[in-house]
């Protein structure tokens, strides 16, 4: 019935998929855990390899790293059971009946996505506490709130999805790097009529990014939203593009540009600190966008 795919990128699996598989093992359906290593360092293949063993894993090493979308697209084609439940690998499974509420959830033609939580007590390591601090204030929303704008608060860390519409409405390709491929396939499934429905079922985010790691990705990010501006697919919903559509005009688009480039180190060393702002921290995403050469 359910295949639980995990693309892994430089993060030990064991405990996920041990606890995955003793869930699944309980729940008494038929399952497979698929697992495709996108080109990780030495070190963690040789952690990771040991789940091979158990029953129902399917573990695979890719010649090259082929990206976010690519790899995800591969594992649906390659699964065997009907419902795909996709995890970001540097997930944490909390709660024990997490693949039951899954299973009781699974709607032919429809979308289920489960949340993502973070740890209550904040990192004693400086240079991950923006990642959780933002992943706290901005991540964790309650599945009521999602339901109001199901498409806006989707993700791809955690939601379970019928296989025939995910081979009919692919992860797209042509996004290279960190970012926005959720936002595209959320687009497309509204489109396509395929509704999302939310519920109370997270998964813990506990691979925290430095902060320079995750502005570095940020970049990625902003550099694949304005492809997708660029090809006209509305992102109006995004709070990001509407602040971009406000200033997009002459004087604003120049003031913000010059004056961010201006302070840009002063912002930088503010979110590598223990007390990062949130505003600052938009405001660098804002001026990204605008600036149509970075």
Known sequence: ?????????NFDITPLVQCLHEQLTRAQVPFEIILLDDGSKPSFKEINRKVQFLPGVVYEELAKNVGRSRIRNLMAQRAQHPYLLFLDCDSEIERPDFIRKYLDAATPNTVIYGGRSYAR????????????????????????????????????????????????????????????????????????GIPVRHIENPAM???????????????????NLRLLMGQNIPMDHIKLV???LKFNRPPFRWVITTGFKLIEPLVRKNITGRNPSLFL??????????????
């Not at 921290?281 to 970075?294: C, M, P, R, T, V």
């Open 281 to 294: 921290f938009d405001g660098f995403k804002l001026a990204k966008l605008l600036d149509q050469k970075s």
């Open 1 to 9: 019935m359910l295949s639980v795919t995990i693309p892994v990128y």
């Open 242 to 244: 509407r602040y971009y």
């Open 121 to 192: 007590n904040p990192p004693a390591d400086d240079t991950v506490f923006f990642r959780w601090k933002y992943g706290v204030v901005r991540e964790t929303v309650g599945a009521a709130v999602r339901n109001k704008e199901p498409y806006l608060y989707f993700l791809s860390n955690n939601f379970l999805i019928p296989r025939d519409v995910l081979l009919r409405i692919p992860f797209n390709e042509k996004l290279s790097g960190y970012g926005h491929e959720d936002t595209l396939l959320s687009y497309e499934m509204s489109r396509a």
């Open 205 to 223: 985010h506990v691979g925290l990014e430095s902060a320079e790691e995750y502005l570095r990705k940020t970049e990625q990010s902003i550099a």
